[in-house]
């Protein structure tokens, strides 16, 4: 009887053969042997997906040429491929699955883990039915976690639903993707603009969220208003008061009979203490992390991207510090909760100050087995590193350890505990109130004292005043203007992804995961954030998100069409896609209201791009700022073809007829024996055929520097010592 072990990449197979007692390495997978493993026993692994859906010339090479009659793309029957440089593995893990009896799919326990093993299954047209197909389903890579996970396999067949969710949301982007593209590329195409234009069920309506609050910032206008407040004095020491209930006033008028009506003088006066209240509050340590909200928290800290803390986390969890990323929970349960206690010395020996952990008994706010569905919340492992193992990992790496370490630990420290204050002081008619707090037992604080960019809360002490005491008052009125909306950032877009747009803070945003879907998911977030960057429509500016002129362009096409854009449709998606691993809904169902959808846009938008003058002055305006920008790049006249420029190609200097029907092949390096050449320095090699003296060229035989001319003849460039 044999066994197959399908992991989703060579790290994570070693991270299992390490779990066991013996283990020979063959070409392209190990024979294992241990006590918790059938006899014969292999691990094979996947390069994440070996098998792919298919590229539209593929079903039809007349696909290899965009245009709108051949549109829409529907496959009858949707086709896999295997890309080349995998075709070697795919052959491996398709003879040894084939020859198993029992396949135990140990992939990236979550839908897209499922999605891998499964379509690999499919394609190797395995008779699954004569296989028993088990489940390896963990949140560690240590090893006895992962000894204990091959111990109680789960039944394979179970996990089947959350396969056909991942590829039906699969061919779904595949299908909005491939027709809405090649629609929306050549519209653009006929009114003027080159270039593609990629649409894609969830990146298209994240860019438009980025967009509409870019237009919020842009066409704010700001609107004065006036604040009254109140400077009290009382033995030389100054605390500030504001109205109660609060309120600002429009204009001066306004203001100024409101004074008159509550009896209030500009300047100094006399006020009456007509309450003190005093009370002894409590909060609570932050949830624990899920993926987004650990995202978010990294970048509002460190300004990393989402992607980079997404591939950080990755490698703190190969490494079994840290337990499954990829988590959309903030809970844990018990069991959790029980190794951690038992682990809390160890821990402590990455902080600093000595801290009271005094809360061993689970508390619903973080530990509540019924939040728990997939996967708990990212939390560290009982593996603790000493300080030196740590160093050994990236400083983003380390930070988010120490961060993670210190939420998880949190949870046993004993609530931040303060005395707030509030004094009322009656000047006039009017009431003023003025808070302050005094902390009392900082608590779970103490485990953030030593970050340098943790925000620092504002508290005031106010001083011992009686009721009914008198106190001198200075009424200050002050203009402002209302604010901007702020700028999104990679953690807050994050968080507007999982609430749909819906605007709440991260604390709520963390209360409600379970009751929306939001668009996109955990693992996918940050990749569309990605794709949205390399594409040129996002571009990040001290650590701001903006869309670019490209990716307003795209924006303005898509509004034409609010279904594509629409935040709340994409998250009812999701919650459709949800169903089908629920057994609620098909694959064909879905699809079904998916294509509907195509044929809406390719009925519609042509008429809709065609008539907008909205999106036809910005498509002029984008025609125009491109033009000016080709023509401050042109460095000077091309010297073979006569009729291109010389420009910046990125990795070298190229005629702007580089790409042309009759290509012009004309180069000149950007960096020679060590010495960047400069703009000018190209300017005056190609219309004098020489440079000025150059210092700093280095000698790739004896690494010495030098000095020389360059010169230029029959478009090759040489040194010139004379």
Request: hydrophobic letters at 35%.
């Amino acid at each position: 009887m044999t066994t197959v072990i399908l992991a989703e990449k060579p790290s994570q197979a070693r991270s299992y053969i390490d779990a066991f007692k013996n283990s020979t390495k063959k070409q392209g997978y190990y024979a294992v042997s241990d006590p918790v493993l059938p006899n014969e026993t292999f691990i094979t692994y996947c390069f994440g997906h070996l098998v792919e859906l298919a590229t539209p010339e593929q079903y039809d090479t007349k696909y290899k040429q965009w245009a709108l009659s051949n549109l829409p793309i529907f496959p009858e029957k949707y086709k896999f491929t295997v890309p080349t440089d995998k075709k070697a593995q795919f052959k491996i893990v398709k003879d040894l699955l084939s020859k198993a009896d029992t396949i135990i799919v140990a992939t990236d326990s979550d839908r897209e883990g499922e999605n891998i093993a499964w379509s690999i299954m499919t394609h190797a047209k395995i008779n699954l039915k004569s296989k028993e197909i088990k489940r390896l389903w963990i949140n560690s890579l240590e090893k006895e976690a992962i000894l204990k996970g091959f111990k109680k396999l789960k039944n394979g067949w179970d996990y089947y639903p959350a396969y056909q969710e991942a590829q039906t949301r699969q061919i779904s982007d595949w299908l909005v993707g491939m027709n809405g593209s090649p629609l929306y590329t050549l519209l653009l195409k006929e009114a003027g603009l080159h270039g593609v234009y990629s649409i894609g069920r969830v990146q298209t309506p994240t860019l438009y969220m980025v967009y509409q609050r870019d237009l919020a910032i842009q066409n704010f206008n700001p609107e004065p208003y006036f604040e009254l407040k109140a400077e009290i004095l009382e033995e030389q020491q100054k605390f500030v008061a504001k109205l109660d209930p609060y309120q600002r006033f429009k204009d001066k008028k306004g203001l100024l009979a409101f004074m008159s009506e509550k009896r209030l003088e500009k300047g100094s006066q006399s006020g009456l203490i007509k309450d003190v209240q005093k009370q002894t509050k409590k909060t609570s340590s932050p949830r624990l992390f899920s993926l987004s909200s650990l995202q978010s928290e990294i970048n509002k800290r460190y300004h990393a991207s989402a992607s980079d803390t997404l591939q950080a986390v990755q490698n703190l969890y190969e490494a079994k510090m840290l337990t499954y990323p990829r988590t959309d929970c903030n809970f844990i349960t018990e069991q959790e909760f029980n190794y951690l206690k038992e682990n809390l010395n160890g821990y402590l020996s990455f902080v600093s100050k000595d801290i009271s952990l005094n809360n061993l008994e689970p508390n619903k706010r973080y530990v509540n087995s019924e939040k728990v569905q997939e996967h708990h919340a990212i939390i560290v492992t009982k593996t603790v590193p000493n300080k030196e193992e740590i160093t050994k990992f990236t400083p983003l790496e380390q930070r988010i350890y120490n961060l993670v370490l210190r939420t998880t630990l949190a949870m046993f420290a004993d609530p931040y505990e303060y005395e707030e204050t509030i004094i009322l002081t009656e000047v006039g008619s009017a009431i003023f109130k003025a808070s302050g707090n005094v902390p009392k037992n900082n608590g779970w604080k103490n485990l953030f004292s030593e970050y340098k960019t943790e925000e620092k809360e504002e508290t005031s002490t106010l001083p011992d005043l009686k009721i009914n005491q008198a106190v001198q008052v200075n009424l200050k009125t002050d203009q402002k203007e209302t604010n901007p909306p702020v700028p999104y950032t990679e953690g807050t877009l994050i968080t507007a992804m999982k609430t749909a747009g819906k605007t709440i803070d991260d604390e709520e945003a963390q209360k409600i995961l379970k009751d929306t879907e939001g668009i996109g998911t955990e693992a996918t977030r940050a990749n569309v954030l990605e794709v949205l960057k390399k594409r040129g429509y996002l571009v990040t500016e001290k650590n701001k998100l903006h869309v670019s002129q490209q990716g307003t362009t795209l924006c303005k096409a898509v509004e034409l069409e609010p279904l594509l854009t629409s935040a709340e449709m994409t998250e009812k998606w999701e919650k459709a896609l949800k169903q089908i691993s629920n057994k609620k809904r098909t694959q064909e169902n879905f699809l079904e209201q998916i294509k509907k959808f195509i044929l809406k846009l390719i009925a519609d938008v042509p008429n809709e791009v065609a008539q907008s003058d909205v999106l036809s002055n910005q498509i002029k305006a984008q025609i125009d700022s491109q033009n000016k920008e080709e023509v401050e790049a042109q460095i000077t006249d091309c010297p073979k073809c006569k009729t291109g420029k010389i420009v910046d190609k990125g990795t070298f200097y190229g005629c702007t007829n580089y790409k042309a029907y009759e290509p012009c092949k004309f180069s000149l390096p950007k960096k020679w024996s060590d010495k960047a050449l400069s703009k000018t320095v190209i300017k005056q090699l190609v219309n004098n055929g020489e440079t000025s003296l150059i210092k700093g060229f280095k000698s790739k035989k004896t690494g010495k520097k030098f000095d020389a001319k360059l010169t230029i003849k029959e478009g090759k460039l040489s040194f010139d010592f004379g």
